[in-house]
């Protein structure tokens, strides 16, 4: 079977994207300053509400979170977006 989700821009390459972004434009993809984001990281970790996996970070959970929320998006849209299976997201 040939793999769905092969683009170069995986999600971890867009995730590093997102947080090194102009405040402007991290505003406009995940509806809230790169600051408030960090602090709402740190907030789940102290509270382990979210764990890092060997497939994708809790940056990385939190921006697809806020990806989606922002825009209606599909598991699908997301699963393009990210390059991880519609699994994955929706995990």
């Given at each position: 079977?040939?793999?769905?989700?092969?683009?170069?821009?995986?999600?971890?390459?867009?995730?590093?994207?997102?947080?090194?972004?102009?405040?402007?434009?991290?505003?406009?993809?995940?509806?809230m300053p790169i600051t408030t984001l960090l602090d709402l990281r740190d907030w789940v970790v102290d509270r382990a509400l979210l764990e890092s996996t060997r497939v994708i970070s809790?940056?990385?959970q939190l921006i697809m979170l806020l990806w989606i929320i922002g825009r209606g998006a599909t598991t699908r849209e997301a699963a393009e977006q990210f390059q991880h299976s519609t699994q994955t997201i929706s995990q």
């Open positions: 079977m040939r793999p769905v989700y092969t683009s170069s821009r995986t999600g971890n390459r867009y995730t590093e994207e997102i947080l090194w972004a102009h405040p402007r434009r991290v505003i406009d993809l995940i509806r809790i940056e990385e």
